[in-house]
T-cell receptor, first 115, second 115 residues
Framework: GAVVSQHPSRVICKSGTSVKIECRSL??????MFWYRQFPKQSLMLMAT?????????EQGVEKDKFLINHASLTLSTLTVTSAHPEDSSFYIC???????????FGQGTRLTVV | AQSVTQLDSQVPVFEEAPVELRCNYS??????LFWYVQYPNQGLQLLLK??????LVKGINGFEAEFNKSQTSFHLRKPSVHISDTAEYFC?????????????FGQGTELSVKP
């Protein structure tokens, strides 16, 4: 199977600090990774599309300076929430694909709580 | 623009009873359709997908869904549910001919199976 792992699964940080979330494809090379955000009892909203070696493409309304995405290798993408505030508290989920028009595999998600 | 509507936010059902989770979509182009399941604090797992061909799609855990193009629906069904089916279910579409790419999700349906 194809496994995508996120780390950490839970994180609590203080307001004003930055936190990094990792998304790794453990047994395949991911040409593209996606980052979603899920508010409580709501659906997943796509934040950005990340391609290895190039700048991420952000969806409308997502602050690229606040949510920094780096896709340094074919197995790792990171999402850094900079200067976090309580309203950034959410469940963040990544997905990865092996290639164009192939199934997406999701990580287990990261619950971020900003206090 | 594309959108997905899950008509029921919560569906309570008794164990061994049949269940249908409804999903309607709106799109001016052909789409791929998906159902995902999410257990508490976990990522998404693909239940089934419709890309082309037979409109009745069978997935994992005994679930199936039927694509109805005229009604733009993709309802999920299971003839007999188990306690372990209690989870959040998301319907999603991909309107760009890429099954792994950017997904547009519905609001989710919380299935609660009672003994």
């Amino acid at each position: 199977g194809a496994v995508v792992s996120q780390h950490p699964s839970r994180v609590i940080c203080k307001s004003g600090t930055s936190v990094k979330i990792e998304c790794r494809s453990l047994d395949f090379q991911a040409t593209t990774m996606f980052w979603y955000r899920q508010f409580p009892k709501q659906s997943l909203m796509l934040m950005a599309t990340s391609n290895e070696g190039s700048k991420a493409t952000y969806e409308q309304g997502v602050e690229k300076d606040k949510f920094l995405i780096n896709h340094a290798s074919l197995t790792l993408s990171t999402l850094t929430v900079t200067s976090a505030h309580p309203e950034d508290s959410s469940f963040y989920i990544c997905s990865a694909v092996k290639g164009l028009n192939t199934e997406a595999f999701f990580g287990q998600g990261t619950r971020l709580t900003v206090v | 623009a594309q959108s997905v509507t899950q008509l029921d936010s919560q569906v309570p059902v008794f164990e061994e009873a049949p269940v249908e989770l409804r999903c309607n979509y709106s799109s001016s182009v052909s789409v791929y359709l998906f159902w995902y399941v999410q257990y508490p604090n976990q990522g998404l797992q693909l239940l089934l997908k419709y890309l082309s061909g037979s409109t009745l799609v069978k997935g994992i855990n005994g679930f199936e869904a039927e694509f109805n193009k005229s009604q733009t629906s993709f309802h999920l069904r299971k003839p007999s549910v188990h306690i372990s089916d209690t989870a959040e279910y998301f319907c999603a579409v991909s309107p760009w001919g890429d099954q792994g790419g950017k997904l547009i999700f519905g609001q989710g349906t919380e299935l609660s199976v009672k003994p």
